[in-house]
């Protein structure tokens, strides 16, 4: 398949999937094509196939594969859906790269967290929490007044929260509601003040999807 077939391919689709998604196509070991879209995982044409990757798993299946995938797989956290496909005489894979906090906006979202806090439980309205911390192999929320401890991992949250949650850190996510200023730390890296004062560190790996989602 010829360079300019692939990118008609890949304009083509750009016009039905979101602006912030990306597109990869790879033969059985390496990519071939990459139309970068606002989270880019900057994948290079001829950069091998990693295992664990949604085009490793897509291809060896011969199925249509969607899932989440951490940032070591590739460097960066991201959502991507996978289609086998074949070129000319190769087998191949088609996927679209979406952000890691996508499948919040797909799903329908929860509306409450329950924590516990000394020796209770109590179930708190998200839009009262302003931030969720993964520490010490526990995660904790934050809201104005008390600090909780809950039983969900941060990684199953990320797919669970209303959009105005937003994926910052891996150890990180903060409800956009809460966000008092962004700036930039003495690395030059992005943090987030709160209105309650806290400090959340921006990682690089989700700089990209933090300025896509609001906006500077």
């Keep these: 398949m010829t360079t ?7 304009f083509i689709i750009g016009d039905w999937i979101p602006k912030e998604a990306s597109i990869a196509i790879a033969d059985e070991e390496s990519y071939i094509y990459y139309k970068a879209g606002v989270h880019d995982l900057q994948i290079r044409e001829g950069q091998l196939v990693l295992p664990g ?4 798993r897509a291809k060896k299946e011969k199925q249509r594969i969607e899932m989440f995938v951490e940032e070591s797989i590739l460097g960066t956290a991201y ?4 289609y086998p496909i074949k070129l000319v005489e190769k087998e191949g894979v088609l996927v679209i790269i979406l952000p890691p906090d996508y499948l919040v906006r797909k799903n ?11 020796d209770t439980w109590r179930p708190i309205p998200v839009n009262k ?25 941060l990684k199953n949250l990320k ?6 949650f937003l994926p910052v850190h891996r150890s990180y996510i903060v409800n956009i509601d809460y966000i008092e200023e962004i700036s930039r730390d003495i690395a030059s ?7 309650d004062g806290s400090i959340l560190p921006v990682s690089q790996n989700y700089t990209a ?3 896509a989602r609001l906006g500077f």
């Design 108 to 118: 329908k979202p929860i509306q409450f967290l329950t924590g516990k806090f000394q």
């Design 159 to 164: 797919h669970q929260l209303p959009d105005s």
């Design 53 to 56: 990757s949604i085009a490793a």
């Design 209 to 211: 999807s933090v300025r």
């Design 189 to 195: 890296n992005y943090q987030l003040t709160l209105k």
């Design 79 to 82: 959502y991507g859906i996978g």
């Design 4 to 10: 300019s077939m692939l990118e008609q391919i890949g």
């Design 129 to 153: 929490v302003s931030h969720i911390e993964s520490s010490q192999k526990k995660t904790w929320f934050y809201t104005d007044d008390e600090t909780y401890c809950a039983i969900h991992t």
